[in-house]
């Protein structure tokens, strides 16, 4: 059955920010990601597929000196 989900938690005072996202189709295809701010200001992004035999894939990806929450 299909479904997807997405939630984000973003609190600059804290300097909180992270979230996810994900859907799945009937035929069980998978597709998500999700992002988390490091305490050394890295920006983690990871993006994944699961579908049929292939298991879980992800690509990992990292950004120094991140900004999320925008400039001010």
């Given amino acids: 059955m299909p479904y997807e989900y ?3 938690v973003v609190d600059q005072e804290k300097l ?5 996202n994900e ?5 069980g295809k998978v597709v998500g990601g999700y992002q988390v ?6 920006l983690m992004t990871v993006e994944y597929t699961v579908d049929g035999d292939s298991g879980f894939v ?3 990806k990292f950004e ?4 999320p ?3 001010k």
Avoid: S, V, W
């Fill in 58 to 60: 992800p690509r990992i």
């Fill in 64 to 67: 120094d000196n991140a900004n």
């Fill in 37 to 42: 701010l490091h305490p050394d200001g890295r």
């Fill in 69 to 71: 929450f925008g400039k």
């Fill in 16 to 20: 909180l920010f992270f979230g996810a």
């Fill in 23 to 27: 859907a799945g189709d009937a035929q």
């Fill in 6 to 8: 997405k939630y984000d």
